[in-house]
């Protein structure tokens, strides 16, 4: 009896405890671990490369979303890229009334890094964001998630990568597949870009910065040297036209607590040399089409360990500490409200709802089984 009213009680707190949205370091660090520790290239390691994109494929596929194999050519002649693409179709799927909204992180890797910051943790927390939002399919808007390929290319004495030179897996995507898929005009809201996102580090002095943080954003630069010139933020970038995205983040990250990991939002003024630190992912390829997107990142070989690990063999899983994987899931759980607002589930009035009258009925229970215990101990 007193273990049925214990179950009992679990079962009302939990239903009383406000969604920590799921976000399990544990599995995130695991997954980690057993798919992207080792390096993700077409010549250095290309089984290890195919069983991690199989493996994403098989999480999109678990989750029910429909799921993309897109393929294309390479610069390099033997050599297919392939981008994983999961589509969470809201009802206005292909009208002129969807607003989609997606997530993308690249999973390849540079010849000789394992890549456990660049870029495995950016696709664990895509899939944990997945995994959190596919339960809700009822949605008018559709989610989209792609894990991109060739974004890296060379090694690290060779410092052309795709997607400035050659073959590049967003462009591919942009380019190609996109325009196949839809046959309406995109009704679209816009993309988030992660890329080397899971580094924190909030010792004196530890995060760096390209000058031209001290040039044009000054208050940015300020705010991060007058706190010692520690890399405790995580940094956003968008253009003046992705400020709607930009904001939407903002807020979503200060309302999901853990004040500890703050955040930094830049507005990048142009494409040019100049703001080269910005433009080192997957988002060019959107902005190169006027598509809204936003970059996220810990800023990369401009913060401590990475700064000697960028792109090399120690960029790897012995240098992920507890705090790193809070990080790393609180950009998750911001991502899964941001989207969670932006394609709002239907009739979330009435799920709501039953969860309301479920948590009732705990209670009820409970109460009688608290009752009903109390009077077999007397
Ligand atoms: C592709 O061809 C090049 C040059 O012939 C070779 O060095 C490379 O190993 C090949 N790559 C793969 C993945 O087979
Ligand atoms: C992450 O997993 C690795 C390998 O399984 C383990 O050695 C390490 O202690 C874990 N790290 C954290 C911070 O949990
Ligand atoms: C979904 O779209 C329908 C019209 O097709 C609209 O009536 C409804 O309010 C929308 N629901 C949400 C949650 O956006």
Redesign the pocket.
């Known amino acids: 009896m007193a273990v049925f009213s214990l179950f009992l009680l679990f079962t009302l707190v939990s239903q009383l405890t406000p969604c920590s949205c799921g976000v399990d370091t544990v599995w995130m660090n695991t997954t980690l671990s057993q798919h992207f520790s080792q390096p993700r290239h077409h010549v250095a390691n290309p089984g290890y490369k195919q069983q991690t994109m199989t493996f994403i494929r098989d999480e999109f596929r678990a989750l029910g979303l429909e799921t993309h194999i897109h393929t294309f050519p390479t610069l390099l002649g033997n050599v297919t890229g392939v981008n994983v693409i999961g589509v969470l179709k809201g009802?206005?799927f292909n009208t002129p009334?969807d607003r989609i909204v997606g997530i993308g992180a690249h999973y390849d890797t540079m010849r000789n890094t394992p890549g456990v910051n660049d870029n495995g943790a950016a696709v664990v927390v895509m899939l944990q964001a997945a995994r959190e939002l596919s339960p809700h399919p009822v949605?008018?808007y559709t989610l989209f998630f792609v894990a991109f390929d060739f974004e890296e290319w060379e090694s690290s004495s060779n410092i052309r990568v795709a997607c400035g030179h050659i073959s590049c897996g967003s462009k591919s995507l942009v380019k190609q597949w996109m325009e196949n898929f839809w046959s309406v005009p995109l009704g679209w809201r816009g993309m988030f870009i992660m890329d080397t996102i899971m580094n924190f580090d909030n010792s004196r002095s530890s995060q760096h910065f390209p000058r031209v943080f001290e040039q044009v954003f000054r208050s940015q630069a300020q705010s991060i040297n007058s706190d010692g010139g520690r890399g405790d933020f995580l940094m956003v970038a968008g253009r003046k036209q992705d400020k709607m995205l930009q904001q939407a983040f903002h807020a979503a990250w200060t309302n999901s607590g853990q004040p500890q990991f703050e955040l930094e939002s830049f507005t990048v003024p142009a494409m040019t040399a100049h703001f080269e630190a910005f433009l080192r992912s997957d988002h060019v390829a959107f902005w190169e089409v006027q598509m809204s997107a936003v970059f996220i990142s810990d800023t990369a070989d401009y913060r401590s360990y990475m700064s000697a690990c960028y792109h090399q063999a120690c960029d790897r899983m012995d240098k992920v500490t507890p705090s790193m994987l809070d990080f790393a899931a609180k950009t998750c759980r911001t991502l899964i409200s941001v989207l969670d607002k932006m394609a709002?589930?239907?009739d979330?009035t009435s799920a709501s709802d039953g969860q309301r009258s479920s948590g009732i009925l705990s209670v009820c229970l409970a109460i009688l089984a608290l009752v009903l215990c109390h009077f077999q101990t007397r």
Do not use: D, F, M
Request: no cysteine.
């Open positions: 009802r206005h009334s949605r008018n709002p589930v239907v979330a």
